[in-house]
């Protein structure tokens, strides 16, 4: 999911609903605004589909005066699958003894059953299947009197990854929890307005001043030009998702301090020092796997070009909610570009394979179009296990790694070659010179390394083995 919040502008929620189209690609399905004025108070609009089309029309923003607004876009990787609900959608309000509270969560939250249990046997009244809605409700349950301790009672008692903004009539609150797992910048705009985004790309499209990623387990309160920082959860480490370099970003966004555009290349260069061939020409699984073919063509010194063909209409395939949409998506979003790849040897760069069946189509695609050879080679280490922070990967029986070796994934695909970066290889190229501190690592790479950092309660209960 992405997040967006901005205060001490005049008509906050537009510059909310550019934030969030720039975060689109975090979250497709449906996206939400709560803003706050003065005399009007709160209003909200929770809609399904793109920002662009509905927080684009004036009649709707005209709803959500004020210069304090939050904003969410979802996609859903807790609560109902099949359909979202409209009442799954973010920000979550609650109204206080001392005031409203809006709340928008990117993250997971990995004791939600748990805590929901506990909450509903204690009187709470569930408004959606969300894991984010507990928030709410324990700080409903706090006895601190101001709407931030209430937030840090309620967040030290969640477990997992959670980029959290939320708003009060005058405060715009930020927080990460205390790995960090998912990102959360902090920018300036105008004389006194501040900014929180998930990635640097939203600060940018409003004309915003990166100033710097809100730390892991930090806490920022803004209010009246002024930022508060603590550390509600004490001393940690940071773990942040390195998924979020190899795919969940937007290359134009920085992160850690790096260009996610220029891992990513380097992830490229990294594949072509480890995973060399002989080919003709080195084609990119677009979008996604762009900028790390372009590093393996830069390092093999194998000519670039652009031999599948994205349509620009078509979202993340990934991202749909259904496997039955996802398998029609990819013929819908690629085309082979026939003229270039007939007859060549072709490198296919992906950023990763998750079920196959993208890898799968993509290879018969090439062939149909006369290919000589085929050799896929992918920017992420096998993706083995699940995600349970925010990353909607399927159970461990359908991810194709869990299932088979390299070879036999190779055959499965029907490629003459197959190849992943290793770990210590994504590890270089996000700038760890050494590779992957085996005894402390750096990251979250558990869909790769199957090294949990939060242990995921809820689906342990279901029967998850670690
Ligand atoms: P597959 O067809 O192997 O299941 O999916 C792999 C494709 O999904 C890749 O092209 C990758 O870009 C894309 N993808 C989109 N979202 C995700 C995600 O959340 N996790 C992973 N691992 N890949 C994703
Ligand atoms: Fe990111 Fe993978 Fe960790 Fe999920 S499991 S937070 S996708 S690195
Ligand atoms: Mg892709």
Known sequence: CGVFGVIGVADAANFVALGLHALQHRGQEAGGIVAHDAEQGFNSAHRFGYVRDNFTKQSLM??????????????????????????????????????????AHNGNITNALALRRELIERGSIFQSSSDSECI?????????????????????????????????????????????????????????GFV????????????????????????????????????????????????EHVYFSRPDSIIGGRSVYETRRQIGVELAREAP??????????????????????????????????????????????????????????????????????????????????????????????????????????????????????????LLAAQMSEEEMREWIGVDSLAFVTLDGLYRAVGEARGRNNACPQYCDACFSGDYPVAPFDQLERGFRM
Request: charged share 25%; with cysteine.
């Open 62 to 103: 005209e709803t959500l005066p004020g210069a304090l607004a939050i904003g969410h876009v979802r996609y859903s990787t807790a609560g109902t699958k099949a359909a979202t609900a409209i009442r799954d959608v973010q920000p979550f309000f609650g109204e206080f003894a001392m005031g409203g509270c809006a709340v």
């Open 277 to 398: 061939v002989e080919a003709d020409l080195v084609c990119p699984v677009p979008d996604s796997g762009t900028p790390a073919a372009i590093g393996y063509a830069h390092e093999s010194g194998i000519p670039f070009g652009m031999g599948i063909i994205r349509n620009q209409y078509m979202g993340r395939t990934f991202i749909e909610p259904t496997e039955q949409i996802r398998n029609m998506g990819v013929r819908l979003k690629l085309n082979v570009n026939r003229a270039l790849v007939k007859g060549k040897r072709v490198v296919l760069v992906d950023d990763s394979v998750v079920r196959g069946t993208t890898s799968r189509k993509i290879k018969d695609m090439i062939l149909d179009a006369g290919a000589a050879e085929v050799h896929f080679r992918i920017a992420s280490p096998p993706t083995a296990w699940p995600c349970f922070y925010g990353v909607d990967t399927p159970d461990r029986g359908k």
């Open 136 to 192: 709410i409700h324990l700080m409903a349950r706090s006895i601190q009197r101001n709407i931030p301790e209430r937030m840090k009672d309620a967040l030290r008692r969640v477990e997992g990854a959670f980029s959290v903004i939320a708003m009060t009539r005058t405060k715009l609150i930020g927080v990460r929890d205390p790995l960090g797992v998912r990102p959360l910048v902090l920018g300036r705009i105008g004389d006194d």
């Open 196 to 243: 929180l985004a998930s990635e640097t790309c939203a600060l940018d499209i409003i004309g915003a001043e990166f100033l710097r990623e809100i730390e892991p387990g930090e806490m920022v309160v803004i209010s009246k030009g002024e930022i508060e920082s603590s550390r509600p959860f004490g001393p940690s480490t940071g773990r942040f998702c390195i998924f």
